[in-house]
């Protein structure tokens, strides 16, 4: 089975990196596909890597300023066509599942979202600071980007969704079903600690950025009184900032080394905002510490209440509060949390998608329905 990754850009670390990274382990001999390399940018390893770039990564400031050339890449996209694989398998949160590819293959998408500007452009736009012009201009684009976009989706093979959040988000803008497969998460980083270790602050570790919703936990920490350590950095900072009272401390960007030890000692990880899957939480749980969630996106896979955590229902000052101030942290099993987290270990994702992509590529040989049989779950006699 000769196999292509086609990933949407790389120019920047984040969660899709990371499911490129343990794809890229699983298929070390597959080249990558991409619009956009700035390996300046990157991981010094991802230059041990076949990356092989679009027409796109020549465009002047592109690496710096990729948002600005949006119309551009369903026409680069739709432009490339990997004629000689057996398998194309997609990690998309933007165009790349709009990639050609021959009738014999087969093309999985592992979808870490529908692309959010083009499906869910009112809520993106109400966190971006543009001119009443620049939206006004942009929502006649977008309408014909996601006529592109859904054709595209439909020749798609095989949709995986990252949680069941995104598994409802492509059946309701791309009328396609999708195999839930959670993403990678490196949970051996993390330990509990002891018990007296367990220090008086809860934490947030988080990009800054307005639809995070730090807000509402700054805002409810200042009318508890509790201490609410915020590691992270973005656009966001300088407001929370004028919100923060004495017992909120932002501790800017904290280095993969010191975040363990930060986590483990926390006694709570606040997770406020709507997530598509949301890491941070399971990096507290794989620490045995509980976590504090809005009911809604990756934290309805991730966090089990009254086990690992809990829920507040609405995205209110209030509702936060209310769960917050009855909270107890000594009530939760760090042992118990972190066996929930393991659930979601990097090794779990390699042998769920390695499974995946065999089984899938067997059927499409055969030309016979597809069923995922998942080899993690037990079969009953």
């Not at 991981?43 to 465009?59: C, M, V």
């Not at 499906?119 to 942009?138: F, I, R, S």
Request: glycine residues 6%.
């Amino acid at each position: 089975m000769k196999l292509a990754l086609v990933h949407d850009w790389l120019n920047q670390i984040g969660g899709a990196e990371d499911v490129l990274e343990a794809l890229a382990r699983q298929y070390p001999e597959s080249p990558i596909y991409t619009s956009i390399y700035a390996p300046q940018t990157m991981p010094k390893h991802y230059r041990d890597w076949e990356i092989r770039t679009l027409w796109t990564d020549k465009l002047p400031a592109i690496q710096r300023r990729h948002q600005m050339y949006l119309p551009l890449y369903p026409l680069a996209w739709r432009g490339l066509r990997l004629s000689d694989y057996d398998v194309v398998l997609s990690n998309k949160s933007g165009f790349c599942h709009g990639v050609q590819f021959d009738a014999r293959a087969l093309h999985i998408c592992y979808c870490l979202a529908p692309t959010r500007y083009v499906w869910q452009l009112d809520h993106y736009l109400a966190g971006e600071e543009l001119t009443p012009a620049t939206k006004a201009l942009l929502k006649p684009i977008i309408a014909l980007i996601r006529r592109w976009d859904y054709a595209a989706a439909q020749r798609v093979s095989q949709f995986v969704a990252i949680s069941s959040a995104i598994r409802a988000r492509i059946r309701r803008y791309y009328n396609r079903e999708a195999e839930v497969i959670f993403p990678p998460v490196d949970t051996a980083r993390f330990q509990p600690a002891p018990l007296d270790a367990v220090e008086d602050y809860y934490l947030i570790v988080s990009r800054l950025a307005p639809y995070k919703r730090i807000d509402l936990a700054v805002q409810a920490a200042n009318e508890l009184g509790f201490a609410l350590k915020i590691a992270g950095s973005g656009r966001d900072l300088e407001r929370l900032q004028a919100l923060a009272g004495e017992s909120v401390e932002f501790l800017g960007y904290v280095p993969d080394s010191e975040l363990p030890r930060l986590m483990a000692r926390c006694k709570a990880l606040l997770f406020p905002g709507l997530e598509d899957f949301g890491i941070a939480p399971v990096q507290a749980q794989a620490a045995g510490r509980p976590v504090i969630a809005f009911k809604g996106g990756g934290a309805l896979d991730t966090v089990v209440p009254t086990v690992t955590g809990e829920f507040f229902d609405d995205a209110t000052l209030g509702s936060l509060m209310s769960v917050w101030r009855r909270f107890d942290a000594g009530a939760y099993d760090p042992e118990s949390i972190r066996r929930h987290a393991l659930r979601f270990d990097t090794a779990v994702f390699r042998e769920r998608i390695c499974a995946y992509v065999e089984q899938a590529w067997l059927a499409h040989q055969a030309r016979t329905p597809f069923q995922f049989q998942d080899p993690l779950v037990k079969v009953e006699s």
